[in-house]
C-alpha cells in the first residue's frame, strides 16, 4: 500500500473524487455558459442599464453553474457508488440539487416542492433520454465514430486488481 508509480501517482488511490468532481466542473461549466446565455438574453430583452445587465447576466451564469455542478457531481457520484447507471441516480440528483434550491428559498414548503419537482422532472428525463438512446442505438452501433464506452460509465476503481495484489503480495511478506 501506498506504493508510486514513476509519474508519482498512487494506483492504490480511490479515483471517485476525481471522477464525479470531473462531472461536477463539466456539469457546472455548461450550465454557467447557458446561464451567461440565459441572463444575457433576459438582460437584453427587459432592455437594462449596462451595469445592471451585466451583474445580472454573471448572478445567473453563477447560479446555473452551481445548480448543474451539484445535479451532475451528485448523479456521477451516486453511479459509482452504487455501481449502477439507472433513473435512481437521476432522482438522487435532482432531489439534492432541488434541496439547495429549495434552501435557497428559505422555506419548508418550498424546499419540499423544490426536492419533489427537481428529482420527478430529473428522473423523467433520465427514462427519456434511455428511451431514445435504446431507439437510436442500431443507428449509434453503425456510427463508426463513436466510442463504444461512450455512453457507459468507467469502473468505479480501475485499480482494484492491483490493489487486491499488493494487499496480498504485503500479506505474504509479512506472513514470512
Known sequence: MGEH??????PTANEIPESWARAALAGGGASGLVGLVFGSSVAWWVHQPLSMAVK??????????????????THAFTAQTRQKDDFYNAAIAGAVTGLALGIRGGTVPRIVFHTAALSGLAAATDVSYRQTIRAREPTLQKDARRDSEFYGWRPRDPYAARFQEIQEREASASAE
Open 5 to 10: 508509480t514513476s509519474d508519482g501517482h498512487d
Open 56 to 73: 445580472y447576466t454573471f448572478t445567473k451564469g453563477a447560479r446555473f453553474a452551481a445548480f448543474g455542478a451539484i445535479l451532475s457531481g
